[in-house]
Structures are given as structure tokens and as C-alpha cells.
């Protein structure tokens, strides 16, 4: 049943996080953020939020649109600057780091891949690494290399430009520029939002495989509580700002916040629809 696989997948996932650092990759401490709203009125965004993310862990945040998510994801690379609180990036105070130079060394995946119109898929790819100042002669290797990992050939995509791409591929073209440089870190907003079913389910395993075989340490954004579940380790949920509940789905199904409880209810929701209307050897 698909309960069931769901239960295995969460199994395989408890497996990986004993064997995560102790020591956080990333950590939130009492951070907050807010934006002008009309008048002299102050609209909170990030509220008072604390986070640890360990080495190797792939992180979910989810929450409703306006929940803080996205805004807490852009303040780790100083995208946007907070207003109060702490946040670490490998032991680092990002207000002491370079902001350019600390955006350069994490890898950020946006939705729909945001890839440069006028650029082919392999200037695109190695753009970063152009701008560290990496030999060209480097770069096409890499570019190759990325192109392979991500599974696209290097013959067939490397000189096409993002408009001769489907969605999926696109969006595994930023999935390799944001790799390109070697980093340690991967954020990703809303990566595969934009993408057909298919496609989605597709593009995020092989990007949890990428995870495994790199000893990345991601931070994904969703909307999907189910897509949060299959793939990450452990999940985060945010509510108007406010950091509510984080853990494994096991912990967060023990969980007595009304709202983390209507979150976990969707997949299960679906997962009993579909047992129900799938013929029962489609269904396992």
C-alpha cells in the first residue's frame, strides 16, 4: 500500500540521520526579519525562529505561502539581511563573511531554474566557477562532468540555450550550475513546483540520490507535505513567521499543534483516496 511505502521511506531515512555530524552546518539563533508594510506598519516575516542543520542533513521547510520560508531560506546567504538573531553557515557568523563570496560557496536551486536566456547550458553551468576565476579548460570539464550527473548528454545539451529545454531539464540545469563550484551546502526554493507530476517525482529523487552521493547538506522550501515527507530527512513547519514544529515525520505525527496535524492529515488523505480508487495491485 502506499502508507506503507511511505513507512519504509521514512525507515531508510532514520537510517542515513544516525550517521549525521553533531556539529550543525547551518544554525538559526533567535532570528527575525520584517519588511515595511503600508504606512509605518511593520510586517513580521521571520519571527523569532532557531534552527540547527547538520552536516549531510536534507532539511524540508514547509508552511502556506507567507509563512516566513522563503524569507528564512534567503537570509542564510544574505539575499536579504536580518534584523536580529544569529545565523551560522559552517560554524561562520554570515554577518562577518562576504556576502558575494559566501553566495558563491552555497549552491541556491530556484524555482523553474532561473538560468540566464542568453547564456547556452554550459555557460550557464559554469558561470561560477568563471567567476572564482577557474581555467577555462577546467570548466568545460566540469560542465561535462555536471552534465553527466544530472543526466543529460553532454553532446545532445551542452550548447542549446534554456528556451529549447523542457521544464525538467531546465530545471536539472540548475540543479548542475548550482553544484558547479563544489559546495558544501545546497538551498533550494520551491525547485520543482513548476513541474508536470512526472517529471517532479523524477527530478527529486535523482536530486535525493545527488544528496546521498556528494554528502550534501539541503535545505529545501515547499509547499508539498507530501514531497517533504518522501524526501527529506527530518521537516520544519512554519507558521506566520513562527518556527511551530520540526523532526522526523514520526515525531511530527506525535505532534499537538492543530495545524502540523492538518498538514500531516494531506498525504494521508491522498494515499487512502488512491488505495481506494487503484485497482489493488496498482496500489502496492
Known amino acids: 500500500m502506499l502508507t506503507q511505502s511511505f513507512t519504509f521511506r521514512w525507515k531508510v531515512r532514520s537510517c542515513v540521520r544516525g550517521v549525521l555530524s553533531t556539529l550543525p552546518m547551518i544554525a538559526y539563533s533567535h532570528v527575525g526579519k520584517s519588511f515595511a508594510g503600508r504606512g509605518t506598519e511593520r510586517v513580521t516575516a521571520v519571527d523569532d525562529v532557531s534552527l540547527e542543520i547538520a552536516e549531510g542533513e536534507f532539511l524540508a521547510i514547509v508552511g502556506a505561502s507567507g509563512s516566513g520560508k522563503s524569507t528564512l531560506l534567503r537570509l542564510t546567504n544574505r539575499l536579504i539581511e536580518p534584523d536580529q538573531g544569529r545565523i551560522t553557515v559552517e560554524s561562520e557568523d554570515v554577518q562577518a563573511a562576504d556576502p558575494v563570496g559566501l553566495r558563491r560557496r552555497i549552491g541556491y536551486v530556484f524555482q523553474s531554474g532561473a538560468l540566464f536566456p542568453h547564456m547556452s547550458v554550459a555557460d ?47 530545471q536539472r540545469v540548475g540543479v548542475a550550475r548550482a553544484l558547479a563550484a563544489r559546495p558544501r551546502i545546497v538551498l533550494m526554493d520551491e525547485p520543482f513546483g513548476a513541474l508536470d507530476p512526472l517529471t517532479r517525482d523524477a527530478l527529486g529523487d535523482d536530486y535525493r540520490a545527488l544528496h546521498r552521493k556528494l554528502n550534501l547538506t539541503t535545505v529545501m522550501i515547499t509547499h508539498d507535505m507530501t514531497e517533504a515527507l518522501v524526501l527529506a530527512d527530518r521537516v520544519a513547519v512554519m507558521r506566520a513567521g513562527k518556527l511551530l514544529a520540526q523532526g522526523t515525520p514520526a515525531e511530527l505525527s506525535k505532534n499537538q499543534d492543530g495545524y502540523v496535524a492538518e498538514l500531516l492529515r494531506t498525504p494521508r488523505r491522498q494515499a487512502e483516496r488512491l488505495n481506494a480508487l487503484l485497482p489493488g495491485d496498482g496500489a502496492t
Not at 126 to 139: E, S, V
Not at 141 to 168: I, K, N
Open 124 to 170: 550557464n553551468i559554469g558561470i561560477t566557477p568563471k567567476l572564482q576565476g577557474t581555467p577555462a579548460d577546467k570548466i568545460a570539464t566540469r560542465v561535462d562532468e555536471l552534465l553527466e550527473l544530472v543526466q543529460l548528454r553532454t553532446a545532445d545539451y551542452r550548447d542549446r540555450f534554456p528556451h529549447e529545454l523542457s521544464g525538467g531539464q531546465r
